[in-house]
């Protein structure tokens, strides 16, 4: 597949998050070129993902790890900073994928991964409340919606630490065992919430 090819699904998908995102703020243009030499992972994943989607649609492991770096990059664009977009991208690429994917990203101190796991678990809580049907449509309004009131609470949490806290401590009881579990499938020292 050559890089015209690449560029145009990047350019799709990101203009697909930018739809779901509208309400956030504008994230503007993609810039696959930047990718090229500093991401390229980026580019075999899209290229993974586009062969499967016939098959399995946007439920891969390819997908997962393309939403969460568009995710990512979305985030910082909209103003969150690096840490919090990067558990806004691994959030967004779990709602969209159904994949809960780390692998690729690396964490030096187990307490940000500790953050980073809990924000994921907070970003997919508040996406699917109560809801059974798990369905994705990037420009539905209940998509769009939702990023929104998403998008907002992590900047609240950007903005007021102590608000993030008052979340944990509120949702404690439903987070715990998803984090519990998470932690220890992914063998990670738990106990910190």
Same mark, same amino acid.
């Given at each position: ?18 739809? %779901? ?118 420009? %539905? ?53």
């Amino acid at each position: 597949m050559e890089i015209r090819s690449v560029h145009q699904i990047a350019k799709r998908e990101w203009e697909n998050i930018s739809v %779901s995102l509208e309400l956030c703020g504008n994230i503007g243009k993609f810039d696959l070129v930047r990718y090229i030499e500093r991401e390229p992972q980026l580019i075999r994943n899209l290229i993974g993902m586009e062969k499967k989607i016939p098959e399995h649609d946007y439920l891969t492991r390819e997908a997962a790890y393309v939403f969460t770096e568009l995710g990512r990059e979305a985030g910082e664009r909209l103003g969150l900073t690096p840490e919090l977009a990067k558990a806004f991208g691994g959030g967004y690429s779990w709602v969209r994928t159904g994949w809960f994917d780390l692998i690729n990203l690396e964490f030096d101190d187990l307490e940000i991964m500790e953050d980073h796991l809990t924000r994921k678990i907070f970003f997919f809580r508040l996406f699917f409340p109560l809801k059974e049907d798990f369905g994705w449509v990037f420009d %539905s309004p209940d998509v769009i919606s939702g990023m929104k009131s998403i998008y907002e609470r992590f900047t609240s949490w950007q903005t007021d630490p102590v608000g993030y806290d008052n979340d944990l401590e509120r949702y404690k009881k439903e987070i715990e065992p998803i984090r519990e579990g998470l932690a220890s499938a992914l063998d990670i020292e738990s106990g910190r919430c």
